[in-house]
């Protein structure tokens, strides 16, 4: 028995969890733990003024949230230990359940600020389109894989039909932040399989006739793009207030509770709360927060430049690329380099469907990167040569 008590980690062990433990990226691990404890302590400093505002007992978020998080813990832990064969089932079998609840979210979902994203189950509100994309991302890895390795596979037809059953729905509700986001997921995974200059052209011009027509056709696209463009022009309430916080709060912040941009930021402990960071903890948080993102992608872009499974290499750099995204299209926001788009940061911001959905991507990814023997990556099989 180990100093683990009934849970023997040591290297011998031939047990599941004893396998896991030694092929797992420890580093990475470590990170999104981390993401996942400072999303807890800034929601203690962002969610109570807004709370309270809207007549909820004051820790209302932060109950919530950590409710949230077991449940994202569980997923992230769980799935990590799957083989790369049960990752691709879980795919499967996830987006075609998950794909149905985002159409029915068009039929029965609440309109909510104009867009029907939502599905309201047991007291909780549930948006499917936040776990459609990291399952998508596999599929589409999976499907640019096999195109490059049999002749004669249309893969990338089946890709592009599953983008576009996706993004049918994503338009429909309207939600062109996520479409956007899986936009430029499809456009990485297609450029990592090989794609030529034509249908990089192709892409590219599809991206921004699809941009065009949604600033003309959907008001509120055109409003966030008049009022990023030209301030005067509408109300830029909130990316103001975000702005002052990032001055007040310095290098070192006004200090944990002395913030003030949260107690007038509708959106302080969402879309907003890198600000609410930065204004209490200083620069030196919104670094911290820089960091430990770039950590993750950087080491995984690293590991899985020793693979040499086409899926994997795909699977594994969609994935980073929808978490690194993300971040960086909140983080814009905050700073005012991006036109708003309601996209919360990863692990950080408060939200249900979020923090389960990345905990979702990231376990797939843990999944994927994990060591086998000789000194690749695990695909579920433990040999005593992959803990050496």
Request: zero cysteines.
């Given at each position: ?20 433990w030694w092929t797992v990226d420890r580093w990475t ?167 030529s200059w034509f249908w990089i052209a192709g892409m ?185």
């Open positions: 028995m180990s100093l683990f008590g009934k849970f023997d980690l040591g290297r011998t062990n031939r047990s599941v969890l004893s396998a896991w691990l470590a990170a999104v733990l981390g993401l996942a404890m400072l999303g807890v302590v800034l929601s203690l400093a962002a969610s109570p003024a807004v709370a309270s505002k809207i007549g909820l007992s004051s820790f209302h978020f932060v109950y919530r949230q950590a409710i949230f998080l077991a449940p994202a813990l569980f997923v992230l832990l769980g799935v990590s230990m799957l083989s790369v064969r049960q990752v691709r089932r879980l795919a499967i079998l996830g987006f075609a359940g998950v794909y149905v609840l985002m159409v029915a979210t068009l039929v029965v979902g609440p309109e909510i600020k104009g867009a029907t994203r939502w599905l309201s189950m047991a007291g909780f509100s549930l948006q499917p389109s936040e776990f459609i994309k990291p399952l998508l991302v596999i599929l589409l890895a999976w499907m640019f894989s096999e195109a490059a390795k049999k002749t004669g596979v249309p893969g990338r037809s089946i890709a592009l039909g599953l983008y576009g059953l996706v993004a049918i729905v994503l338009v429909q509700q309207p939600d062109f932040g996520q479409l956007t986001l899986i936009t430029i997921v499809f456009a990485a995974i297609f450029f990592l399989a090989g794609l590219a011009g599809l991206v921004i006739a699809g941009g065009y027509s949604a600033y003309r056709m959907v008001p509120h696209v055109a409003s966030r793009v008049d009022r990023f463009l030209d301030p005067a022009s509408g109300d830029t309430y909130q990316i103001e207030r975000a702005l002052e916080a990032f001055r007040a709060g310095g290098l070192f912040g006004r200090g944990p509770g002395e913030g003030v941009v949260k107690r007038v930021l509708p959106d302080a402990h969402t879309d907003f709360i890198f600000a609410v960071a930065a204004e209490e903890y200083g620069v030196i948080a919104g670094l911290l927060i820089l960091g430990l993102f770039g950590f993750i992608v950087i080491r995984t872009l690293l590991r899985v430049q020793e693979e040499h499974d086409l899926f994997v290499q795909l699977a594994a750099s969609g994935l980073i690329v929808l978490i690194g995204v993300q971040s960086l299209i909140n983080i814009a926001v905050n700073v005012n380099l991006l036109p708003a788009k309601g996209m919360t940061l990863p692990f950080i911001s408060y939200g249900g469907s979020s923090l389960i959905a990345v905990a979702l991507a990231l376990g797939m990814l843990l999944a994927l990167t994990r060591r086998r023997a000789g000194g690749t990556l695990h695909h579920g099989t433990y040999t005593k040569r992959a803990y050496a």
